[in-house]
């Protein structure tokens, strides 16, 4: 195993490590590596949502009239500090499963054609495409892509044909962590007729994403992975400017209709991207949003990306060093340009294992079936003696055969 003093000497040379201390860590002894799945708690969040809690108990319904433009208004600034789109592109709203409804469902009351999504792709995406296939009557076109690499644009293209109305696809893959060519699978969509709907959940905080140079028609996302928003925070959805008026949401509620307050008269939806909000918008999560977007845009989502490439290389290089002996196998691409801030170590008794370094060894990651390890590195708080630390303790763990005694059964969260 390389030595940690190496570890320490990259953790030395890092100009984003001061952010470290700006989050909240209960265990300085747990490595925890799951921050794809759920990002820690920054400290301005605590100060923010405790002065959120003042202004409510002061201010009551009159801190409306401050409130009332915060989806829009932290969708700005997602819009030019994380995902390279233009201010009004971008709402925060509802659930990532949510907003894929909207979005989905007025692409397809806009124009004919069949759904495209990989049938690797995240479970939720899958679940409401086969729920609208069967709805708006539309043929469900499953790809079958490497799932190490992701659906590509010669697999989109030929899936589309000529009669598609809708691709859906991960800007990163939740598994593999593998990126996607967003400007080269827009326009075989688009090709073939279909605009793209990107889910960037994986993507957001993690990568350069960028929207505007890519000609992205429509994306959703979700804040608690590396925008670090906490637990069942707001999601956002993109609609490029050009495709508002057109484009209607299926879920019409009056934080759409162009004027909320005159509630006598019929829904007229917003002329803007506010045509895609429905109910009351949740307050605190969009502070909580607001917080991990300034993070971001302090931290600059340059030096995030080359930093998260850099910890993923440098664990897929101790990977192959420690594990490989072990039984691991990178299940992730190996160029680390196509990669998101997460790696995937597959391994044919994976379960146990992650549950021996959870429940043993003080290192959290997840696992996904049917035989990966996940191991997420948020640049933002993420140290490379935290990359030295995890895959060492894995190295130790299955030497040991700590995770030969534990039950193979799966736990409902994995």
């Known amino acids: 195993m390389t030595a940690r003093a190496d570890a320490e000497a990259r953790d030395a040379a890092d100009a984003l490590a001061p952010f470290r201390e700006r989050f909240a860590f209960a265990d300085d002894d747990t490595v925890y590596v799951d921050g794809n799945s759920l990002g820690r708690l920054p400290l301005e969040t605590r100060a923010r949502l405790d002065a959120l809690e003042e202004e409510w108990a002061t201010r009551l319904v009159q801190a409306w009239h401050d409130w ?60 409401v495409l086969e729920g609208l296939a069967a709805s708006h009557r539309r043929e469900l076109r499953l790809l079958d892509s490497d799932p190490g690499l992701g659906p590509t644009a010669d697999e989109v293209a030929a899936a589309c044909g000529t009669d598609a109305a809708l691709v859906v696809v991960s800007s990163v ?33 993690a990568i350069e994403v960028a929207l505007e140079d890519a000609g992205a028609d429509l994306a959703v996302g979700c804040s608690y992975k590396y925008l670090n928003a906490g637990p069942g925070s707001p999601a956002y959805l993109f609609v490029r400017s050009d495709l508002q008026p057109r484009l209607r949401s299926p879920i019409q509620g009056w ?3 162009r004027d909320q307050f005159a509630m006598e008269r019929p829904y007229e939806p917003d002329a803007g991207i506010a045509r895609f909000l429905a109910g009351t918008p949740p307050i605190a999560g969009l502070a909580a949003v607001e917080v991990g977007g300034r993070l971001v845009e302090e931290a600059g989502i340059g030096a995030l990306a080359a930093k998260g490439r850099a910890l993923t290389e440098y664990a897929a290089e101790l990977a192959g060093v420690s594990l490989a002996p072990l039984g691991f196998e990178l299940a992730s691409p190996t160029d680390p340009r196509c990669r998101g801030a997460h790696i995937a170590l597959r ?34 708080y993420t140290r490379f003696v935290d990359v030295w630390e995890a895959l060492d303790r894995t190295r130790q763990v299955v030497e040991r055969g700590d995770h030969l005694a534990l039950d193979t059964t799966l736990a409902r969260v994995t």
């Open 68 to 127: 009332i433009d915060l989806p829009v208004r932290v969708g700005d600034l997602l819009a030019t500090a994380v995902l390279g789109a233009r201010p009004g592109e971008i709402v925060v709203c509802d659930s990532t499963t949510v907003n894929l409804y909207k979005l989905a469902g007025a692409v397809l009351a806009d124009r004919p054609g069949a759904i495209v999504v990989d049938a690797g792709e995240f479970p939720t995406d899958r679940y």
């Open 173 to 205: 893959h939740y598994r593999s962590g593998a990126v996607a060519d967003m400007r080269a699978i827009t326009a075989a969509a688009r090709d073939g007729g279909a605009l793209v709907v990107w889910d960037l959940s994986h993507a957001a905080g």
């Open 255 to 257: 934080f759409g209709q």
């Open 347 to 380: 391994h044919a008794d994976a379960w146990r294992i992650c549950r021996a370094l959870i429940e043993r060894a003080g290192v959290v990651p997840d696992f996904r079936g049917p035989d990966s390890i996940r191991f997420g590195f948020p640049p933002l």
